[in-house]
């Protein structure tokens, strides 16, 4: 039944009617919000922006700061962690922490040197610290006195430099930008034994004033006054909402449409042009879509004088290899030491792998997931973890990368000799296509290897056994087809 209602209650719809009317009209009077630079962009642009990742595969991280002076050490003691964490760990105070930079004068910076080395390690971008979780600039800012130029008596741009630097070598240069935490300002995040808590920062207004003040001018200034810039690496997104996060965007897509944003400027890696996993993560198996693994090339970033624990040439082809297997870029990172120089040993190790990438480079730059999976290892069948998860069970023998009508094999293990001789067999996991030719990378003859067919289909070559003894040869199969038919 239909109730008619009584004279006030239709004055009071009228009312609201008329509110909702005025509502409506004040909205539609106000034109839409405008789009951010990122909701204009086409899946095509994206594409376009992504494709020297995708080529480059390897990449220098270089951890840099006043961190590197400490180098591990606060007056005799030692920090435990990563070496550019000192401050936090230390809860060293900000007065204190900043006269640091009076004596920070890295006079053997060499930034043609550091290029170089990058080049002769096979390195395809470089990455470097522009300012990171202690607030320090790396580079002359005109937003904060708190930078090299102007707070030290190294009185110079490093960042300048070595962005002229990249520029004469054709190597592109990006940024890493700590945009959440910093541990210099008092509405930063993560300095709470100055300032108050993260939380308070953000609801008193404090953290968004720092964002507008600092963090976002400087990364303007960054993608500004030192050409063009590759990517822009984000880090440690604490409090960091969509809303903060499109403010980076904007900028970097106002500025540089073609700098790519890492996976770390938003909560869950949203935001970005492609994933970072976590730091020295290596997922088990292959990953959709383009991600990095930034790695340390010893347990630190930023130096430290008692870590001098390098991974072997041997362990970082491996790792290499094994991340653009599973369709990945490794950002392998050093920690030049407050001389400006980069530790020798760290350097001796990257130019090994330069020398092998030199021989086997075709494997890796450019080259495409593997299209197999049961060599990166299995799931373990009854053994669980403290989690009741089955733990991965990773083999290593072999990776496969490629390319259009080709499988790059690179043997790391081989496992069945043949006879007494010095030959040993590469088995070949199972797929359709024909085989053209095959041959080892390191030869430049490309002499065929001879190709063994059983009775059940299963193919295998036949290389040397001292394939054992190499840090990883590389057979290239040459196939019917494009790709693998299985
Ligand atoms: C962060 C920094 O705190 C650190 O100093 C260094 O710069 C590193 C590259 O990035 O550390 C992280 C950040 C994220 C994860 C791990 C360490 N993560 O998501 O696992």
Not at 239 to 253: H, K, L, N, P, S
Not at 359 to 368: C, D, K, P, Q, R
């Amino acid at each position: 039944m239909i109730k008619h209602a009584s004279p006030f209650h239709s004055f009071r719809l009228l009312l609201v009617a008329l509110a909702g009317f005025a509502l409506g009209a004040s909205l539609a009077a106000q034109p839409p919000a405008a789009p951010s630079a990122a909701d204009l962009e086409s899946p095509a642009a994206r594409e376009a922006r992504v494709q020297w990742f995708r080529q480059a595969k390897f990449g220098l991280f270089i951890h840099w700061g006043l961190y590197s002076i400490p180098a591990g050490d606060w007056k005799g003691e030692r920090s435990p962690g990563i070496g550019e964490w000192v401050m936090n760990r230390m809860q060293i105070p900000v007065t204190e922490y900043a006269k640091l930079a009076g004596g920070f004068n890295p006079i053997y910076f060499d930034a043609e040197a550091w290029v170089q080395m990058a080049e002769d390690a096979g390195m395809k971008y470089i990455v470097i610290t522009s300012k990171h979780h202690d607030g320090f600039a790396m580079y002359h800012s005109k937003v904060s006195p708190y930078n090299i130029y102007d707070a030290t008596p190294f009185h110079r741009d490093p960042i300048k430099e070595l962005s002229e630097a990249c520029a004469r070598h054709h190597m592109p240069f990006g940024f890493y930008y700590s945009q959440s935490q910093d541990w210099h300002e008092p509405g930063g995040m993560g300095n709470n034994w100055d300032f108050p808590s993260n939380g308070e920062k953000s609801k008193s207004g404090a953290y968004d004033r720092y964002i507008r003040e600092k963090a976002v001018p400087q990364v303007k200034e960054l993608l500004s006054n030192y050409g063009p810039v590759c990517l822009m690496w984000f880090d440690t997104p604490q409090e960091m909402t969509r809303e903060r996060g499109q403010v980076f965007i904007d900028a970097v897509r106002s500025l540089q449409p073609n700098t790519l944003i890492d996976g770390r400027l938003l909560p869950g890696g949203s935001g970005g042009d492609y994933q970072s996993t976590g730091d020295n993560a290596i997922p088990p198996e292959g990953k959709d879509g383009d991600w990095e693994v930034p790695a340390t090339i010893n347990q630190t970033w930023g130096f430290r004088k008692d870590d001098t624990n390098w991974k072997s040439p041997g362990e970082i082809i491996f790792k290499l290899v094994d991340i653009a297997s599973k369709g990945g870029n490794y950002l392998l990172n050093v920690g030049p030491m407050p001389t400006g120089i980069i530790p020798q040993g760290s350097q001796n190790n990257l130019r090994s792998v330069g020398r092998w990438l030199k021989v086997n480079g075709e494997a890796v730059y450019g080259a495409g997931r593997s299209p197999f999976g049961d060599e990166f290892g299995d799931y373990a069948a009854k053994l669980r973890d403290r989690g009741g998860k089955a733990p991965f069970l990773p083999r290593t023998d072999w990776r496969c990368t490629t390319k259009p009508g080709k499988l790059y094999f690179t043997i790391f293990h081989l496992t069945e000799r043949v006879g007494s001789s010095n030959d040993a067999y590469f088995n070949l996991p199972a797929f359709k296509n024909a085989i053209k030719t095959a041959y080892l990378l390191g030869d430049p003859q490309k002499t065929p290897l001879e190709v063994k067919t059983r009775e059940d289909g299963s193919r295998s070559l036949v290389v040397s056994r001292f394939i054992n003894d190499t840090m990883g040869a590389v057979a290239v199969v040459e196939i019917a087809g494009d790709a693998v038919g299985h």
